[in-house]
C-alpha cells in the first residue's frame, strides 16, 4: 500500500471498453459476462499495480444527464447500450459489493463528474503531507482533470494495457496542458459525444489556436487578429463554440456527501468473493485478488 494514494475508477469506461475488447464469455448457466470480468480484471490490476491506501469508483446511472438539458442532442447518435452489456451492470455491483469497493453515482450527472465531485470534496480534508489522486479510465476527457496532485491511468489497448499521464506526458504528447483539454474539445468537437464543436476546426487548427492564444476566451478576445476563413468560422459559431465548451467540462459539484474515510481500504470477505467469482466464471482472476487482510482484535477491557 502507499499512503496517501487515492485510486478513482472510471467504471463505465472500462465497462464498455471490455465488452467490446473481449471476446463473448458466459456463466454455466447462459449469461453474458464479458464486460463484468473486464471491468474486474482491470480493477484489480489497478490495486495491484498502484497499490492504493483509498478507492472508489463512480458509475452513471441509466438516465439523461445535465448535459442532456443543456443541449438534447448529446451523445443522440448512440444507439441505446446493447441488452448483454446492460445486464452485466449487477455482476459489476456484485463484485464491487463483495469487494467492500464504495460505489458513487448520482442522478444527472456521469461517472466522471462524480469522481471530480469526490476530489473536490477530499481536498479539504486531506492531511498536510503529500497527496495523491490515480483516475483509471478508458476516456482520454479525463484528462483535464490532472493537476500537480492528480494523474491519469488510462487503458491504452482493451484493459491490459495502460499508460500514466501527468502534465508533463500530456505536454509531451499533445502539446497542450491539461487545463486545456475543454478549449481544445470546444473548437474541435467530439463526434463520439456528439459535441458539435466550431464546424471546419479540425485538432490541427484547434491545437494551434489554443497553443497561439491560451484559451477559448482568449481566442476570442483577439479574434479580430486571426484572419481569413478561421476567423469567419469562429465568429460565426461562438454561441456554438462556447455550448461545445459547457458540454466537455467534467465538472465537480455534484450533490454528493463524501468522507474520506469512506474510501479508506478495508478488510473484505476473500471467502465470499471467491465464491462470487466462482459462481460468475472468473476462476482465473481468483489468484489476483488482494490479500485478505483480517481485522485487528479489539482488546478485551475486562
Do not use: W
Not at 73 to 80: L, S
Amino acid at each position: 500500500m502507499i499512503k496517501n494514494r487515492f485510486v478513482l475508477i472510471d467504471a463505465f469506461a472500462l465497462i464498455f471498453r471490455a465488452y467490446y475488447a473481449l471476446p463473448p464469455s458466459m456463466t454455466s448457466d447462459g449469461h453474458p459476462v464479458q464486460a463484468a470480468y473486464g471491468f474486474t480484471s482491470a480493477l484489480l490490476s489497478a490495486i495491484r499495480t498502484l497499490e492504493p491506501e483509498y478507492l472508489a469508483v463512480g458509475m452513471d446511472l441509466p438516465k439523461p444527464t445535465k448535459r442532456h438539458a443543456d443541449f438534447v442532442e448529446y451523445k443522440a447518435h448512440r444507439a441505446a447500450a446493447p441488452e448483454d452489456l446492460s445486464a452485466q451492470i449487477p455482476y459489476v455491483r456484485d463484485v464491487l459489493k463483495t469487494m467492500n469497493v464504495p460505489c458513487f453515482a448520482v442522478e444527472g450527472y456521469e461517472g466522471e463528474d462524480v469522481l471530480a465531485t469526490i476530489v473536490a470534496k477530499t481536498k479539504p480534508q486531506l492531511p498536510d503531507e503529500k497527496f495523491e489522486f490515480i483516475y483509471v479510465t478508458g476516456d482520454m476527457d479525463l484528462l483535464q482533470l490532472i493537476d500537480e496532485q492528480s494523474k491519469v491511468y488510462s487503458m491504452a489497448r482493451g484493459v491490459t494495457l495502460a499508460q500514466m499521464y501527468d502534465i508533463a506526458k500530456v505536454k509531451e504528447r499533445y502539446g497542450l496542458k491539461p487545463s486545456q483539454f475543454v478549449d481544445f474539445k470546444a473548437l474541435k468537437g467530439d463526434a463520439s459525444d456528439n459535441i458539435p464543436g466550431v464546424p471546419g476546426i479540425g485538432e490541427k487548427t484547434a491545437s494551434k489556436l489554443i497553443i497561439e492564444n491560451g484559451s477559448l476566451d482568449k481566442i476570442y478576445e483577439n479574434i479580430e487578429l486571426i484572419s481569413g476563413k478561421v476567423h469567419t468560422l469562429l465568429k460565426e459559431n461562438k454561441e456554438q463554440a462556447y455550448l461545445s465548451q459547457k458540454l466537455s467540462k467534467i465538472v465537480d459539484d455534484a450533490p454528493l456527501e463524501f468522507k474520506l474515510s469512506d474510501a479508506k481500504i478495508h478488510h473484505y470477505d476473500q471467502k465470499n468473493t471467491i465464491a462470487l467469482f466462482n459462481r460468475l466464471g472468473f476462476k482465473s482472476l481468483i489468484a489476483r485478488l488482494p490479500k485478505e487482510e483480517k481485522p485487528e482484535p479489539q482488546p478485551k477491557l475486562f
